[in-house]
Protein backbone atom coordinates (compact mmCIF):
# COMPACT_ATOMS: atom_id res chain seq x y z
CA UNK A 1 0.00 0.00 0.00
CA UNK A 2 1.24 3.35 -0.65
CA UNK A 3 -0.32 6.53 1.02
CA UNK A 4 -0.17 10.02 -1.03
CA UNK A 5 -0.40 13.07 1.21
CA UNK A 6 -0.74 16.30 -0.81
CA UNK A 7 -0.18 19.66 1.51
CA UNK A 8 0.76 23.42 0.46
CA UNK A 9 -2.91 24.66 -0.99
CA UNK A 10 -4.82 27.78 0.02
CA UNK A 11 -6.12 30.83 -0.89
CA UNK A 12 -4.24 32.84 -2.73
CA UNK A 13 -4.76 36.58 -5.10
CA UNK A 14 -4.39 36.34 -8.91
CA UNK A 15 -0.81 36.59 -9.90
CA UNK A 16 0.28 34.88 -6.55
CA UNK A 17 2.42 31.68 -6.18
CA UNK A 18 1.55 28.07 -4.30
CA UNK A 19 4.34 24.90 -3.91
CA UNK A 20 2.19 22.04 -3.40
CA UNK A 21 3.94 19.14 -2.17
CA UNK A 22 3.04 15.41 -1.91
CA UNK A 23 4.56 13.06 0.87
CA UNK A 24 4.23 9.44 -0.31
CA UNK A 25 4.81 6.43 1.82
CA UNK A 26 6.84 3.20 1.49
CA UNK A 27 10.56 2.50 0.13
CA UNK A 28 9.58 2.27 -3.69
CA UNK A 29 8.72 6.19 -4.15
CA UNK A 30 12.18 6.35 -6.34
CA UNK A 31 11.30 3.75 -9.01
CA UNK A 32 8.02 5.39 -9.83
CA UNK A 33 6.99 8.82 -11.86
CA UNK A 34 4.48 11.18 -10.43
CA UNK A 35 1.95 13.71 -11.25
CA UNK A 36 -0.41 16.16 -10.32
CA UNK A 37 -4.03 16.05 -11.58
CA UNK A 38 -6.82 19.25 -10.34
CA UNK A 39 -10.73 18.85 -10.17
CA UNK A 40 -12.75 22.19 -10.47
CA UNK A 41 -16.33 21.64 -9.65
CA UNK A 42 -18.43 20.47 -12.15
CA UNK A 43 -15.57 19.59 -13.87
CA UNK A 44 -13.88 16.15 -15.29
CA UNK A 45 -10.22 15.72 -13.83
CA UNK A 46 -7.49 17.01 -15.53
CA UNK A 47 -3.82 16.49 -16.26
CA UNK A 48 -1.49 19.32 -14.82
CA UNK A 49 1.93 17.77 -14.95
CA UNK A 50 3.96 14.82 -14.24
CA UNK A 51 7.91 13.51 -13.94
CA UNK A 52 9.49 10.62 -14.65
CA UNK A 53 10.86 8.25 -11.87
CA UNK A 54 14.62 9.20 -12.35
CA UNK A 55 13.23 13.03 -12.61
CA UNK A 56 14.84 13.24 -16.04
CA UNK A 57 11.79 14.11 -18.14
CA UNK A 58 8.35 15.62 -17.25
CA UNK A 59 5.40 16.78 -18.94
CA UNK A 60 2.88 19.37 -18.46
CA UNK A 61 -0.70 20.30 -19.53
CA UNK A 62 -0.88 23.47 -22.44
CA UNK A 63 -2.19 25.59 -19.46
CA UNK A 64 0.45 25.07 -16.84
CA UNK A 65 3.42 25.29 -18.94
CA UNK A 66 5.57 28.33 -18.38
CA UNK A 67 3.62 28.70 -14.96
CA UNK A 68 3.72 25.15 -13.29
CA UNK A 69 7.19 23.30 -12.50
CA UNK A 70 6.90 20.06 -11.08
CA UNK A 71 9.90 18.23 -8.94
CA UNK A 72 10.69 15.53 -6.64
CA UNK A 73 13.52 14.68 -4.16
CA UNK A 74 13.49 10.62 -4.06
CA UNK A 75 15.28 10.95 -0.48
CA UNK A 76 12.13 12.60 1.23
CA UNK A 77 9.78 11.05 -1.03
CA UNK A 78 8.12 13.72 -2.37
CA UNK A 79 6.96 15.41 -5.23
CA UNK A 80 6.10 19.33 -5.20
CA UNK A 81 4.38 21.78 -8.02
CA UNK A 82 5.68 25.00 -8.10
CA UNK A 83 2.74 27.29 -9.34
CA UNK A 84 3.77 30.84 -10.29
CA UNK A 85 1.35 33.50 -11.80
CA UNK A 86 -2.16 31.80 -10.77
CA UNK A 87 -5.17 32.61 -12.46
CA UNK A 88 -8.40 32.36 -11.36
CA UNK A 89 -9.09 29.39 -13.45
CA UNK A 90 -6.78 27.63 -11.52
CA UNK A 91 -8.85 26.66 -8.58
CA UNK A 92 -9.64 23.13 -8.18
CA UNK A 93 -8.57 20.63 -6.06
CA UNK A 94 -5.49 19.29 -6.73
CA UNK A 95 -4.41 15.30 -6.48
CA UNK A 96 -1.18 13.88 -6.27
CA UNK A 97 -0.83 10.42 -8.29
CA UNK A 98 1.69 7.42 -8.35
CA UNK A 99 1.90 5.48 -11.69
CA UNK A 100 0.99 2.22 -12.29
CA UNK A 101 3.96 0.85 -13.73
CA UNK A 102 7.83 1.23 -12.64
CA UNK A 103 10.38 2.78 -14.13
CA UNK A 104 8.09 4.85 -16.85
CA UNK A 105 8.49 8.14 -18.73
CA UNK A 106 5.98 11.12 -17.60
CA UNK A 107 2.48 10.19 -18.20
CA UNK A 108 -0.38 12.27 -18.71
CA UNK A 109 -4.01 10.04 -18.60
CA UNK A 110 -5.40 9.04 -15.21
CA UNK A 111 -5.52 5.04 -16.58
CA UNK A 112 -1.68 5.40 -16.06
CA UNK A 113 -2.11 5.66 -11.98
CA UNK A 114 -3.01 3.48 -9.35
CA UNK A 115 -2.35 5.78 -6.12
CA UNK A 116 -4.10 8.54 -5.27
CA UNK A 117 -3.80 11.36 -2.67
CA UNK A 118 -6.71 12.90 -0.91
CA UNK A 119 -6.40 16.25 -2.66
CA UNK A 120 -5.38 20.22 -1.84
CA UNK A 121 -7.87 22.45 -2.23
CA UNK A 122 -6.17 25.39 -4.16
CA UNK A 123 -8.12 28.91 -4.67
CA UNK A 124 -7.04 31.76 -6.72
CA UNK A 125 -9.28 35.09 -6.36
CA UNK A 126 -9.50 37.68 -9.14
Known amino acids: QVQLVESGGGLVQAGGSLRLSCAAS????????MGWFRQAPGKEREFVAA????????AYADSAKGRFTISRDNAKNTVYLQMNSLKPEDTAVYYC???????????????????WGQGTQVTVSS
Open 97 to 115: AKERAMRRGAKTTPYEYDY
Open 26 to 33: GRTFSIYG
Open 51 to 58: ISWDGDSS
